[in-house]
Every structure is written in structure tokens, then in C-alpha cells.
């Protein structure tokens, strides 16, 4: 008998069967090696007197600005970070691999060198800050615009690798095809290219979004700590840590929850709408 | 261990044995001796460090700096550390109240530590002072912007204590979480003026310029050294601490900045 | 053959890439099908692609209705194109997809649509405007694509191997219903097969490109029944020999020597079909004009008959029955005798 021949009556489907061991194992290990410090933060959390502390000024203005400056973080990545990732992965000008390997520098740079650089360059002594002082006024460290400039630069790179890699992946025969039927380049982009690569445009500012959310050594270097202007959930959890471990862990518990909350949500319309 | 053959079972135990033993048995004053100190006592404790090992051939001594109340909380863990110096009085005791100190060392020399420096605030400008600062009241000023211990951290409770003598108020522009941040943003000329110890203005350098202020004598700081009670090596520990009290201790001390207890 | 027409598309494609070297002349008229034959890497595509300005030329032009457009970028030329898997907009409703073309060309999005909508109804797509191209069967999906194409009213039309992307079942049914659709449009049609049998039913003439020059062009019957070349002798299924004519005695290449029924003279290339050699074991008593001992060299399945490879003095392929193989009872390595009618060799000048 060969395979050739249909058998009558209900089709036989062979089943999906076990996922293999040496893949699940490391998988389990590393979903506990995740979860588990968090466990920790949950179990030793103030349970009783939580409400009370969760609804402290200084903790709902703390979370109120990160939640807005992490967004509008996300916002400057998308309008900076996806024009340049076209051009990293779309054109071919001298000295590209190199913008490629600066782009990344922020990944690799510890947050709290981010922070003094932007301070040696937006500062008020600064290379570019000292002109902003002295012709407007400006001065950019110790505002909340610092703490978006400081999120933004280390949360770039996760935009922009994220969205190179889907321009990389996506089928450019599509723009082809759109540029016979007279599409300009910028149509090209804004109504094939950019559709197509919309869920890697949505991965990357959700990472992005996350980082900033996250984001405390560049922040407290060039933004400093002020609560209600520049004093971020991570910040408050720092501070709180110095005195009181407890409201550390309720902090962290309540930025914890909210991002989770947030990704969610994006990632659920992201599913329903793609 | 049931199925194990006879032979691997008695290797096992031989060099469970043979682990052991490494542990002691040695020379008693050779070896490793871990100090935990605040970070401002750095460029001091690494002098001292070196005359130690001289005077002591064959005693290492392992520096582990960081913020007190960091270092307070890993001995608490159990962080297998022989000797704590604090910034800070408070720190100490949660250790005291945690580790604990050895208890013949503490009876000899004070249960809460034994004091071997104080550090006093200094108004901290850039060196070319925009803001023309000259005293405390000058932070006050509305054009004046400067950065300060957050409340949390040591240095922010002396930097209260020294502010409420004088009866200022001063909002400043950050709240830094450590003390060196606050030497950063002055060093930088982000701020005009910040308060720092005497000690932070001693290492900066020539860039920065330290103002004293009567007001400080309300909030020095006094640093207090301790054996701890789960300490490896008692003895060399016990060495380094009257090094550290003694005279010889004190100019190198002195010479960093501090002020005499 | 557009003699007695305008020519839309006169072109000189000339362009090299590392070792590779196009170099093919194109005239179509208005209203004729151009059918590029050939085999895979022979720069058929790389023409098309120039056609359209999406590679650029080394050398040469390309003329649209007399105007140049050799520099024209892609976005303006008068061009439509329908590519391999037809690439339509996956983000976008089937009425969007033929709408695009027009909108680029600053049509008003209402006037877009109801050209989309008319081109769609045209193709007898009026139910699936608002479907989702992934929703789409192949032919539907080649009839919006040909749509999205016509939509911008292009001069010159590009198909580029419409019919890859097709399984074989409904091809049959698909290529016919092209052949009408494409019998409407008046401008220059070039399209891109490697197919023979697309390239006969699709196309009023054939450019054969292999090694990225044209070998051979003409109607599709002539190519089909005179081969110039063993590709195309193989694509349409002929046995093909060169060799130089005296009279209707054909001295080949190879020594062996055919007799045909046409008289000519000097160089000449005789074909005739596999079906036309009858195979012995014995040599044949009334015997044909030709008789070649030959040896086999395989033997392969073709449809309902098996084809047998021969070697010998002249190499060629015969098609005889299941029936005849049993009774033959040939092996590789067996000797036969192969025999031809000299009605069944054509024979045409070389």
C-alpha cells in the first residue's frame, strides 16, 4: 500500500505528540529563573497596609511620570528610530556600518555613562548645552524633558534594531510592485513598507516603552531627582530602598503590575488587529 | 546513595573530607581579611591597606567599598565580611542589632564601635563659583540651584540636621541619591553649589572648592569601625581596627579629609 | 506579426552584471503579445526588469510610443507590471490593491475606487472588492494583478511568469481566460515564460533568450515546428539536427546523412517529431528512406507512451507504446534499428 490512496471514513490525523524534553527543561528553567525573583517581591510584599501606601502623592505623581515620559520616549523612538532604521537597512551611504555599531552603543554602555554624557553635552557647561543656556535660557538637566532625553537614549537602539530587522525581512518585491503602479518612494513607505512591517514597528516600541519604563542610571545622572518632576518609579524605588526596604518592594510591585497591565493590553489589541 | 558502587561512595567522602580541611589548619595569620568599609573611606583604607600588608607578611587584605547602608544589608545576609566601618552611626547599629559585633571586641572597645573619624559638611562650588556663593544662606538664594543628599541616604540626614541649625529651607533643584552624584553635578557646573563632606571636596580635586560653615558642627558625621561577630579571621581583624585607631591611622585620615573623632 | 502596426515598445536592452551579458532587441506593437521563452538564467527576467526600470541599463534605450524613457524612474513610466506571485498588497481590500495605481497618479480616492471597481467587475471580480488578497484563489489573484496593472492604463504591460504561481489543475482554465483579457488591451504586452506551452497560447510571437541574447523569433506555429536551437527543439518536443543540405539529402554534423522531403541547399536544420521513428530489432525489409542501427541509451516514461533515447551515429529521442517496448523487449545497451519517414523530416534553412 502506498500513501497515494485516501482510506474511507474518518482521516487518521497522526498527533501533534510531546514537546521533546531537552527543549522544555531549559525553557522551564528559564521561565523560573524569571519568575521566581518576582515571587520574592510578591511574598514579601506589606500585603495589610498596601492600598494606603499604593495611593500615596508621591507615589502616584512617581508613576505618573514614568508612564508619560516612557510614552513620549516611544513616540521621539518612532520618529527618529524608524527613519533611521530605513536608511540602515535601505540605503547604502558611506559609513553605515558604523552608524549600525554606534546605534547599539547605548546597549552597551552602562546607563549611568549615558547620563554624563548627556550632561557633557546638554549640561548647562555642555557642548551643546552652554549655547542653549546662553542664547535661550535652556537648561535641560534636573526637567522632566531630561528624563525623556535620558530614556530615549537608551532606549533607541530596541526601536531601531527591532524595525531594521523587519525592514531587513520584509519582501522588497512589494515596493517594487508598488513603484510601477507610480508610487514615489515616500508613498512606497508610508503605504506598503510601513504596513508590512507594522508588527515589528509595534515589537520594537513596546520594548522600547519597557526600557524607558525601567529606565534609572541615566535618568538619576542627567535628570536628577526631584519628586514630581524627575523622580521616576525606578528612582522611587531606589530612594525608598536606602530607608525603607518595604515601600521598595511595594513600588516595585505597583510598576511591576502596571507595565504588565500595559503590555498586555497592547499586546492583545496588536493580536486582535493584525 | 544507595546504588552507588562502594568504591565511589568512600572517593566521595574522601574528598568531602579533603574540602574541608582547606578550610583551616593553616597558618592562622595568613590569608584573607575582608573589610566592608563606606565608600568615602576608599583612597584612605587603600593606604592603610598597604602599611597593614607590610607590617603583617602574608595577610591580604580584601576592600569591599560601597554605600554603608548597601554594605549593612549584605552583612546582614551574611556576607562573610570580618570588619564594617560605617559613614554613620545608624548604619552601625543595624548591624549591631543584626550580625552583631564580636563580644569580646565590643566589650573592650564600646558596643555600637569604636569611633576612628568624623567627616563635616562643606558648601561645594565649581571652581570658578558662577553664583558667587560665600555661605550657607547664599543657597537660599532664587537664582541658586543645588543639589543635595536625598533625605534616604546618610549624607541627606546630616544635610537636614545641618540645615534646620541654620534655619534654611532650601529647595533644590535634585535629590541625589548618593553623595558623590552630588560632587558629579557640582564638578560638572550643572549646579552652583551642593553639600558634600569635607572628604568628597579633598578628592575632587582642584575642581571644585570647598566653603566651611559653622552650622556643620551640628551634623559631623562619625564614622564607627567594628569586629563583626561571625568574623573569619578575628586576630588580623582585630590588628587592622587598632591600625586604624592608632596615630598612624589618624594622619592618613587626616590627610583624606577627615576630622578627628 | 505587427508588421502592418505602430510599434508601442522599441527597445535595445543592453546590460552587464559580473559575468552575465544581456543584450536583446525588442519591437512590439500595439496590441501584440511578446512572448520571452526561455530557460532559467538566460536574463528573460533581467529584460523584463529593465523593461520596467527596476535594473539599469549599461547601454541602449527604451522607447514607449516614440518617447524616451531610458531614464525615466520606475514611478513614471507608462508601465504596468504583473509580478511572479502577483505581490498584491496584503494590507490592503482587493478594491485598494487596483485602486493604488491610480491614487499614486493623483486620482481622487473616489474616482480611484470606481475605476477599480469597474476593472474588478470587468474581470468578474464585482463580489470580491472588500476580500482580502490572502483570501483569493491563484486565478482570482492574477486577474487583481492584472487589474492593479491596467489600472494606472499603461502603455506597455509586464508579466513576469503569470503563470508560476498557478497549480496545474486550473492553469488550463486560467491561461485561457488571460489570452482573452490580454486580446483587449492596446498597448504592448511583454511577458516572461519558461514555459513553451504559456508562450504558444499567450503570446502572438515568441522571442527565444538564452545566454541573454534573442535565437530565435516568430510566430508561435513556426517556432513550434522549426527549432532553431536544442533548447527549443526540446521545449517543443523535436528532434533537431544541423547539418548542410544538397537536394533532399541532409549531410549532419555528426556523418550521418537524412533524406527529406524538401529541397534545399547549403546549410540547413532538419526536425522531426520522436512519434516519427519506428524502432526494430531487426533491420526492416521495406525499409523507410532512413535507417540508422543505433543503440539504446534509456528508457523513460512521457505521458502514455515511453520515450527511448538512442546514441550512435545521430543522437535522438522516439516515442513508441508500452505495447511496442514490451514487445521490443529493449535495454539500455541493446542495439536497434531506428527508422523516419523522409515526409516526416522537416528540413529548413540553417
Redesign the interface.
Known sequence: MTGSAAPAGPVLRARPGRPPWPLVLPALVGVAFLVLPMLGLVVRAPWPDMGRRVTEPDVLAALWLSLSTATVTTALCLVFGVPLAWLLARTDFPGRRLVRALVAVPLVVPPVVGG?AL??LL???GLLGRYLDAWFGITV??TPAAVVLAQTFVAMPFLVISVEGALRGA?R??E?????????RV?VFT??TL??V?PGVGAGAILCWARALGEFGAT??F?????GT??TMP?AV???M???PEAAIVLSLVLLLVSLAVLATLREKWVNTA | MRDLPLGLTAALTAAAAALTACGGGTDPEAGEMTVFAAASLTDAFEELAAEFEARHPGTEVVLNFA?S?ELAAQINAGAPADVFAAADTATMGQVVEGEGLNDEWAAEHGEDGAVFATNALRIAVPADDPAGIEDLDDLAGADV?V?LC????PCGAATAAALEAAGLDIT??????DVR?VL??VE???VDAGLVYATDVRAAGEGVTGISFPEAEEAVNAYPIGLLADAPRPGPAADWIDLVLSQDGAAVLAEAGFGAP | MGEHRVSVLCADLRLSRGDFDLDVALSVAAGEVLALLGPNGAGKSSALRAL?G?LPLTAGHVRVDGDDHTRT?????P???V?Q?Y?L???MSTLDNVA??PR??GESKADARARAAELLGHMDLAGYTRARPRNLSGGQAQRVALA??L??RPRLL?LDEPMAALDVSTRLHVRGRLRRLLEEFDGATVLVTHDPLDAMVLADRIAVVEGGRVVQEGAPAEVARRPRTPYVARLVGLNLFRGRADGTAVALDGGAVVEVHEAHHGPALVAFPPRAVALYRRRPDGSPRNLWELTVDGVERFGDQVRVHLTGTLDLAADISPAALAELGLVRGDTVWAGVKAAEAECYPG
Do not use: W
Open positions: 554624563v550632561l557633557l549640561g548647562r557647561n538637566p534636573f519582501d518585491r512589494y517594487e510592485a508598488a513603484a510601477t503602479l507610480g508610487a514615489g508613498t503605504r506598503v504596513p508590512m507594522l538619576i545622572t535628570a536628577g531627582n526631584f519628586p524627575t523622580q528612582l531606589y530612594m525608598a536606602q530607608r525603607d | 554605600g547602608s540651584s543639589a536625598a533625605d534616604e541616604v533644590p533643584v535634585t535629590y541625589e541619591g552624584a558629579t553635578k560638572l557646573g550643572e | 520596467a527596476l524612474p520606475v514611478e513614471r513610466r508601465i504596468g507590471m509580478f506571485d505581490l498588497f496584503q494590507h493604488f495605481g499614486c497618479q492593479r496593472a489600472a494606472v509586464l
